[in-house]
């Protein structure tokens, strides 16, 4: 029974055709949708290590390479740790301690002198978590770590984080006491009421499985928490008004928030040198605890807005970002009602290059309520109605958003949409002075001649040196000196420096 | 039939007594052996990394074991003159090298036990983990050993008409492009950029090689808490596949090896 | 009686790069008889194996036609009932004697394992059956491998060199066990350059010299026309050139003594008188029968000298096998 050779080509032909249409009709599919680790390859491996990946030892690879990135980290060589990081969520999309690590890292860690980060890298920052949430879908942790890059680093736009938190949440590994972050999202969102109902359906949750299980401490000190929060909320809503107004009768009744107080805000800028500028301003606040938002940017760059950049621009990881854009924040602190900042940008050029890019620069000057502390919310409000400002209260610079969720995709929510919200708006005290690029970096008319920019309401008055104004800023600094500080020009500037003028 | 059986089991007789393979082995069962200490690495991940690590290991030396194995093994009966003897009794030709294969293939899978054996053993002293995942774990090493069902079958294919030589390169770099054939299509596939053209050529060339990376399924393995839905399904394609993909490979090899003069 | 094996014009040629065509087999004509003992000779190269494997139908003739036990050569049927044993043979190492006889029986789907113990019995190894083939001599290989040739009770066995690199006893052995499958009514088809083995115990011979037929034909005719054998002590040289002038034999002489060997067609005579015209003393004058070394080589000796064909194509046909 020799097969004719024919009958064998036959069969050759069928086998062939036959694991063709399984392979590109059923298997390829499938196993890019549930067995693909991620990304093609890494260009910026060696040979060696691309043998190892080759050979299956991604994540072998990548637990290396994290060790590695670990030690540049304990040097302060943060510029080789970047490269490593993406490498290493390259190699295994599924470590997620590389994830949420580096993008604590990169949204954080990248700093000036003054410990200030530079957070043109948090677009990059926020792609990384996007980008392990995706490889990661079954665990809450990469949605909660973006989601807290937004509620605490950006400190704004927080219907993004709720969204993140709300994803976070749909997750059944979700640590219990992260859960309540969501309330205070919502709050700053001004979605109280939503705020308020998270707390409860948290506490009911919890109530349940504590009477389930009532030898678990953990389970009581959690209901414990959550009724606090609960029972503070409440009173809350109560005394600012809050419920007054969804009632509908807060004129029949005075509340901490009916008045609204005019923070009489003022400012105005000096350059002392090239580079480093004297922000000063009034702030009619007398509790401690206000803190301005300040930021210098380029005036005409397209990714930035006001007070603001396009933080969730990136959607593919890019770790090299606009290197020739300049855009620093910090913030002053209000006291005895007055705010006096000195900012040294000389010393990082990388950081702010106030490149030809731009002719002007902006300095802005930013205050939300919806970020404020607790204490200074019981004033102003939750958003903001306790408060007012004669020259610049400004109702347009944030506008109101709301991720809604879309149809459940097997566990979880997908689809979601944004959406503006029919609420009053944020009331935001904004302004911002211009400075030309010869001004800041005090060039061609400006050599000897010191600039100053000012709101036209700022009265210089009352910037006269007492020495009740001498503030300590409290900072997180060591108080040793620094190497290479100079204590009393950092005085001079909490002062001013003699020669500028007017005083 | 019955020669088919008997050159097989011969076959697996000899593999098992070649010094080289079960150096290799050794080295292989070494290898894993040391890789509890080295998850250290990660904090967190330690037993994905050990996991994925200790897969590697074994894909690795499976493989390397595959196609030491397969390349010599015609050669080998035609320099010994072995093949004489045989072929001079009422065998086929097909039947010596579908004997011959399924020798291959049956050692193969008494080594991937063995080294997937250590394995599971090594991962359940060090991680003591639930007999589910322990099961789990065990899962992969059953996949790798239709690759190397696969790969057999590459190297007999080529055994019938080259050197050993250029075999072990001819199969080493198959196998290479057969293990990243899958993640190619899936980055050309997913990447907008990519023209139709060079889309659908992706698509014929992963449909026309070997996809070794089919059997790569250790992903949720290693990452535990991804659902796959109809997986069953998948696996029972991927076990045709390779069933498939090896006949044809054979029956190739038959017209071949059928013409040759020994 | 029918033939066992007839070939007609079987013929195999290689494509060699640096030669061109070479016939390594050319127009073989072929009969062997059933029941004999087939001497198939010739020197090394000249094509021996390879009309055997064309026999056997693991290499496929490039031309003509041949038949085996009346079917037609690569024919699956004809294969239970012959068998091979190729020249210089390895089996599996790490199997026994009797391990070996289990996998062969298995390729015919023999399981009689008393048969395995009494053809390891009639090959003398049965006291050797545990040890491994690693540890068998080449005697005992060679045996082991004739034991697995009778596994399928063949009616025609091809031995190929079957008595190669074996010691001078194990030679015996071999010879012994060949001719008992001859009276077992078996034919035996043995490839040798073994001259001596061959002419004791063939019935019919053919030599093959560069892939051709040159002589065939049953021993005793081809070694009938016998030779005298003369040899004369105290010789003197003069006498010896005579002798080598004047006969058209071999002559040898050594310190006067003279062997001359030639065809009993001469006339002995004039040389025993030579020798004896000057005190040459004869010692013997024997009649014998023509040695099968003489006829083989006379035989390629003037074949290679009427052909003159390139020296390096027995390498080459060598290499090709």
């Known amino acids: 029974m020799r097969p004719t050779k024919s009958k064998l080509l036959g069969i050759l032909a069928a086998t062939f055709v036959g694991q063709m249409a399984l392979q590109v009709g059923a298997i390829q599919d499938f196993w890019k949708k549930n067995y693909w680790s991620g990304q093609g390859f890494a260009e910026s491996l060696s040979p060696d290590q691309t043998l190892l990946q080759l050979f299956g030892f991604r994540e072998f690879l990548a637990g290396i390479l994290w060790v590695r990135a670990d030690s540049f980290f304990d040097e302060g060589n943060y510029d080789a740790v970047l490269p490593i990081i993406r490498l290493c969520t390259i190699l295994d999309p599924k470590q997620i301690d590389i994830y949420a690590t580096g993008m604590w890292h990169i949204a954080y860690n990248f700093t000036d002198e003054e410990q200030r980060s530079d957070r043109r890298y948090i677009p990059s920052a926020l792609a990384l978590g996007k980008e392990g949430s995706r490889q990661n879908p079954n665990t809450y942790e990469l949605f909660f770590e973006t989601g807290w890059i937004w509620y605490h680093k950006i400190d704004d736009d927080y219907h993004q984080s709720i969204k993140w938190f709300r994803q976070a949440q749909e997750r059944e590994d979700m640590l219990p006491a992260r859960r309540n972050l969501l309330a205070n999202a919502f709050q700053r969102n001004n979605q109280v009421r939503e705020g308020l109902e998270h707390y409860w359906k948290l506490y009911a949750e919890t109530a349940a499985d504590y009477e389930k299980q009532k030898d678990i401490y953990q389970l009581f000190q959690q209901k414990e928490t959550l009724e606090q929060n609960l029972d503070t909320m409440i009173v809350r809503m109560v005394q600012r008004g809050w419920l007054a107004q969804e009632r509908g009768d807060a004129s029949q009744t005075v509340y901490d928030t009916t008045e609204p107080f005019d923070v009489g805000f003022t400012a105005r800028v000096i350059v002392d040198e090239p580079k480093v500028i004297r922000v000063q301003g009034t702030w009619n606040v007398l509790p401690v605890g206000t803190r301005i938002r300040i930021i210098v940017r380029d005036a005409d760059n397209p990714n930035f807005t006001l007070a603001a950049m396009d933080w969730d621009g990136q959607n593919e990881v890019v770790l090299d970002p606009e290197r020739d854009a300049t855009y620093l924040q910090d913030q002053g602190f209000v006291k005895n009602r007055r705010f006096n900042k000195r900012i040294d940008m000389s010393k990082d050029p990388t950081m702010y290059p106030f490149s030809r890019k731009s002719e002007n620069f902006l300095v802005e000057f930013y205050y939300n309520p919806r970020s404020a502390s607790l204490h200074v919310q019981d004033k102003f409000g939750w958003n903001g109605e306790g408060m007012t400002d004669k020259a610049f209260l400004r109702t347009d610079v944030r506008k109101d958003y709301e991720w809604v969720p879309g149809e459940k995709n097997g566990k979880y929510t997908d689809g979601w949409k944004l959406q503006e919200r029919q609420t009053p708006p944020a009331r935001i005290v904004y302004t911002s002075l211009k400075l030309s690029r010869d001004q800041i970096l005090r060039k061609g008319d400006w050599i000897d001649k010191t600039p100053i920019v000012q709101t036209s309401n700022f009265d210089a008055s009352r910037f006269s040196v007492t020495t009740e104004d001498i503030i300590d800023v409290p900072t997180l600094r060591s108080s040793a000196p620094r190497p290479g500080a100079n204590p009393e020009k950092e005085q001079e500037a909490i002062q001013g420096a003699p020669g500028t003028t007017p005083r | 039939m019955r020669p088919i059986m008997a050159i097989a089991t011969t076959t697996v007789g000899e593999a098992i007594r070649r010094r080289v393979l079960l150096i290799i082995l050794f080295i292989g069962v070494l290898l894993l052996s040391i890789i509890p200490s080295l998850s250290v690495l990660t904090a967190r991940s330690e037993q994905s990394t050990m996991i994925s690590t200790m897969y590697a290991v074994l894909r690795g030396t499976s493989a390397l074991i595959a196609i030491i194995l397969t390349i010599y093994m015609i050669p080998n009966e035609i320099e010994r003159r072995t093949i004489y003897t045989i072929l001079s009794k009422p065998v086929m030709r097909w039947q010596f090298l579908v004997g011959k294969f399924m020798g291959a293939v049956l050692a193969l899978g008494l080594m991937i036990v063995l080294m997937s054996s250590v394995m599971v053993l090594l991962f359940y002293i060090f991680q003591q983990p639930s007999p589910e995942r322990l099961l789990e774990v065990a899962r992969q090493p059953f996949f790798y050993f239709l690759e190397m069902m696969l790969l057999a079958a590459v190297c007999i294919f080529f055994s019938t008409f080259t050197t050993p030589l250029v075999n072990f390169f001819l199969s080493i770099g198959i196998w290479g492009v057969g293990t990243v054939l899958s993640p190619l299509y899936s980055s050309i596939a997913s990447n907008s950029g990519a023209s139709p053209i060079m889309q659908s050529v992706a698509k014929f060339v992963t449909g026309a090689m070997p996809a070794f990376s089919n059997y790569d399924v250790k992903n949720p393995i290693i990452n535990p808490g991804q659902v796959i839905e109809n997986e069953q399904k998948y696996f029972i394609y991927i076990v045709l596949y390779a069933i498939l993909y090896s006949a044809g490979l054979l029956v190739a090899g038959m017209v071949i090896f059928d013409k040759r003069e020994v | ?321």
């Open chain 3, 1 to 321: 009686m029918a033939a066992a094996i007839e070939t007609r014009k079987l013929t195999k040629t290689y494509k060699s790069r640096l030669h061109g065509l070479i016939n390594v087999v050319q127009d073989l004509d072929l009969t062997v008889e059933e029941g004999e003992i087939f001497g198939f000779l010739g020197p090394n190269g000249a094509g021996k194996t390879t009309t055997i494997k064309m026999l056997l139908g693991i290499i496929y003739p490039t031309g003509g036609e041949g038949f085996v036990l009346g079917k037609e050569i690569g024919d699956m049927d004809v294969h239970r009932i012959i068998s091979y044993l190729p020249e210089r043979p390895y089996y599996y190492e790490h199997m026994t004697g009797l391990e070996i006889l289990r996998f062969y029986g298995a390729l015919f789907g023999i399981k009689d394992e008393a048969l395995f113990n009494q053809l390891l019995e009639r090959v003398n190894l049965a006291a050797d059956k545990s040890k491994t083939i690693s540890q068998f001599s080449k005697g005992m290989q060679q045996r082991i491998g004739l034991a697995q040739s009778l596994l399928n009770d063949p009616k025609l066995l091809f031995l190929d060199e079957p008595t190669g690199g074996l010691d001078p006893i194990a030679h015996i052995e071999i010879r012994d066990l060949i001719l008992n499958f001859r009276d077992e009514g078996r034919t035996v088809f043995i490839s040798s350059h073994e001259l001596s083995e061959v002419e004791r115990i063939c019935d019919r011979v053919a030599i093959i010299n560069k892939g051709i037929i040159v002589r065939q034909g049953k021993l005793d005719d081809l070694l009938s026309g016998g030779r005298i054998e003369i040899i004369a002590d105290d010789v003197s040289k003069e006498i010896a050139d005579q002798v080598k002038g004047t006969t058209d034999a071999t002559v040898s002489f050594h310190d006067g003594r003279l062997i001359v060997d030639m065809s009993d067609e001469q006339d002995p005579n004039s040389v025993v008188d030579s020798i004896r015209s000057t005190k040459g003393r004869i010692i013997s004058l024997t009649p014998r029968r023509k040695r099968l070394e003489d006829l083989f080589i006379e035989t390629v000796r003037d074949d290679d000298a009427s052909k003159k064909k390139p020296a390096a194509v027995a390498a080459e046909v060598g290499g090709a096998q």
